[in-house]
C-alpha cells in the first residue's frame, strides 16, 4: 500500500533555553545556553517508515555543516 507523505522528518530551529540538556547529534556535544550568546539550535522530529521514531538536536551550525539531514528547518 502506497502511504502518502504526511509523516516525513522534519525541523525547527529555536533559541536554547537555559537548562537545555540535550546532546548534538553531528558533534557529540552538549548544546548548552550560553548567557548573552543567543544561540540556536535545530531540533528534527525523525521519522522512519512513516512512523517518529526519535527526537534529535544540533547546533544550528552543525545542522548546515551535516548538509541539513531532516530539510530546512523552519521557524
Ligand atoms: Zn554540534
Not at 516525513?8 to 529555536?14: A, N, T
Not at 521514531?53 to 544550528?60: C, I, K, Q, S, W
Request: glycine residues 6%; charged residues 20%; aromatic residues 8%.
Amino acid at each position: 500500500m502506497a502511504k502518502t507523505l504526511m509523516t516525513q522528518s522534519r525541523s525547527v530551529i529555536r533559541p536554547i533555553e537555559p537548562g537545555n540538556s540535550a546532546i548534538c547529534t553531528h558533534c557529540g556535544t552538549p548544546v548548552k545556553f550560553v548567557a548573552r550568546a543567543q544561540l540556536r539550535q535545530v531540533i528534527a522530529n525523525v521519522y522512519v517508515d512513516g512512523t517518529w521514531n526519535r527526537v534529535e538536536h544540533f547546533h544550528a551550525d552543525c545542522y548546515v555543516e551535516a548538509n541539513q539531514p531532516y530539510g530546512d528547518p523552519s521557524d
